[in-house]
């Protein structure tokens, strides 16, 4: 499921993929944008002096700390016995990068367990395809049916359910079979005839506390809100404010394709500020004078511009474009660091 998928990554209210929706003589343009938004309050681990921590991984033989380059993956078959997994070979084994939502077959959507479910996005028209946006859901939406297809995002292929409500479609990816454990999996007793009499008291129970409608208004997070009170309320009163010294500051820089860039320096056609002729040539041979004379192979060294405010899934690519290895198991920050010494 899209688990490497948060909402930073996604921009929150901005589409994060866009594909076409295809079954038979239809091409629907489409662009995802998740349905959901996490407003957990997430809580950083700082020292005594308020320096925010890093998680680092440690050898359980020696406890020595180990680098980014020293992680390989490994598949446990029994106890203490690992099947060792690189880096290229997981990506041999992705599935062909596509653009297309591949519709396979119609169900009826009540024929759908909810335990299925995973997470929700909404499936929104291209410019041009709102016509046949709204005949696909209206068309579901009168027979009562779902649409079951696959599609590829972030180097994996997902199995969805497309379905029709108020006159929108939505994506709702689906667990696989082998994830869902059953009743005799976790030891539930087989089920058994209830009380009649207790049935009818309780029926009683249910009925006074039964609503016409389901209100998701009243689904508030209390502990999250009161959490975010608490923080507002000791800013507001200056307490247990800390402010790390000496921490690295990072320039404010624009958004940029890191992929683009690296093809731009691969290239060696860097992105330069325009300067006058005049301010070129001094800066040209006040240059000459004082830098030293460099080899071949430093002149033919592309310089790589990373975007300090890059996400991780960015870094992820571009480190992946440089087959830098152990990426896969590296955080944002060490994901910054390989790359910046590369």
Request: hydrophobic share 35%; net charge negative; glycine share 4%.
């Amino acid at each position: 499921m899209p688990d490497d998928i948060d909402e930073e990554e996604s921009g929150g209210t901005r589409s994060f993929w866009s594909g076409t929706v295809a079954f038979g003589l239809l091409s629907l343009p489409v662009n995802l944008y998740m349905a959901s938004k996490r407003n957990a309050v997430s809580l950083r681990m700082l020292d005594s002096d308020g320096t925010p921590l890093s998680r680092r991984y440690f050898c359980s033989k020696d406890d020595e700390p180990l680098e980014p380059d020293d992680l390989v993956r490994g598949y446990e078959v029994s106890k203490d016995t690992f099947v060792e997994i690189r880096d290229e070979e997981l990506e041999a084994l992705e599935p062909e990068k596509s653009r297309e939502i591949n519709l396979t077959q119609f169900v009826p959507l009540e024929s759908i367990d909810p335990l299925y479910f995973d997470k929700a996005y909404f499936l929104v028209p291209d410019e041009g395809a709102q016509k046949a946006y709204r005949l696909l859901a209206a068309s579901m939406a009168n027979m009562g049916r779902a649409g079951i297809a696959t599609f590829v995002m972030r180097d994996k292929e997902y199995l969805i359910a497309i379905i029709s409500e108020g006159g929108i479609l939505r994506a709702e990816t689906l667990r696989f079979h082998d994830e869902i454990r059953s009743p005799e999996d976790i030891g539930l007793p087989s089920p058994a005839t209830a009380d009649k009499t207790l049935v009818a008291r309780l029926k009683k129970q249910v009925d006074q506390l039964s609503t016409k409608t389901f209100s998701p208004e009243e689904l508030a997070d209390d502990t999250a809100q009161r959490l975010q009170e608490l923080v507002e309320k000791k800013l507001d009163e200056g307490e247990d404010v800390v402010h790390p010294a000496n921490l690295p500051t990072q320039e404010t820089a624009q958004v940029i394709d890191l992929i683009q860039v690296l093809k731009r320096s691969l290239e060696g056609k860097t992105e330069r500020k325009a300067e006058s002729p005049k301010s070129s040539r001094a800066k040209s041979t006040k240059a000459t004078k004082s830098a030293p004379k460099k080899s071949s192979s430093e002149k033919n060294k592309p310089e790589l511009d990373i975007d300090q405010n890059a996400s991780r899934a960015e870094l992820y690519e571009l480190a992946k474009e440089l087959h830098i290895p152990g990426r896969s198991q590296m955080s944002r920050d060490e994901l910054m660091r390989a790359l910046k010494r590369h």
